[in-house]
């Protein structure tokens, strides 16, 4: 049962357009969700989070939007760019739980042309 | 700063084989934790620790021990390897508990692949 559901496993874009990366989990204790963002051969990077007292989080290009009721996540990446391609993973945790764990979707193959 | 660092990077092993994957930080983070990567499958955890000495068991423990004798030093044991154990193995830390302290994450080392054949 896969609690962070990523859904579309790739998504094209072209540069300077916005890309749109969605999340939805199952587990309404989650409280905590992050973005990470990995190139080939190399280990996940810290993008962005959000808590769930708040329903965006904004830096710089990157903005992510949370939906509690309707269980779901997005990240927005406007304009985007070359160097955004990569494989972007959702993660969730419910830090009030004691469960010390953070819940990873399947991640999303962006693509983006030049 | 060398932030999470993981030896070796690629690794062949046969079946019924041991092996160590190492890993170390340098950020003095109290929480630990390895996760494997496979195809269609995200990254899952297989085992975590929240301080020397406190090790506990994520979503795949199966055929993988670890210890924590030191804060900096988190590494992985296949005890007898299996080719279902063939994938990206990342270890990561964090400053404390997922989420709980603002601007906290997880920093993951640069990923080891093993090939069990």
Redo the contacts between chains.
């Keep these: 049962d896969q609690q ?1 559901k ?1 859904n579309s ?1 790739s998504l094209s874009v072209q540069e300077g357009r916005i890309s749109i990366l969605n999340c939805d989990y199952t587990n309404s204790m989650f ?2 969700f ?1 973005w ?1 963002k990995k190139y080939p ?6 993008l962005i ?1 959000i ?1 769930s007292i708040k329903d965006k989080n904004e830096d710089g290009r990157f903005t992510v939007f949370l939906n509690k009721s309707a269980k779901h996540l997005s990240l927005h990446i406007v304009p985007s760019q070359p160097g955004d391609s990569a494989v972007y ?1 959702c ?1 969730a ?1 419910d ?1 009030q739980g004691g469960s ?8 999303m193959k962006l693509t983006v042309n030049p | 700063n060398a932030g999470v660092t993981q030896t070796p990077k690629f690794q062949v092993l046969k079946t019924g084989q041991s092996m160590t994957l190492q890993c170390a930080q340098d950020m003095n983070h109290e929480y630990m934790s390895w996760y494997r990567q496979d195809p269609g499958m995200g990254l899952r955890l297989i085992h975590y620790s929240v301080g020397a000495g406190i090790t506990d068991q994520g979503e795949v423990p199966n055929g993988y021990n670890v210890s924590r004798s030191t804060t900096e030093d988190f590494p992985l044991r296949l005890l007898s390897a299996a080719p279902s154990q063939t994938s990206v193995y990342f270890c990561a830390s964090s400053y404390s508990a997922w989420g709980t302290t603002s601007g906290n994450t997880i920093y993951f080392g640069e990923g080891s692949w093993l090939t069990v054949v």
């Design positions: 962070v990523q496993p409280d905590y992050l990470y051969a190399e280990g996940p990077t810290f989070s808590s993973f993660a945790s830090t010390e764990k953070l819940v990873f979707g399947k991640g």
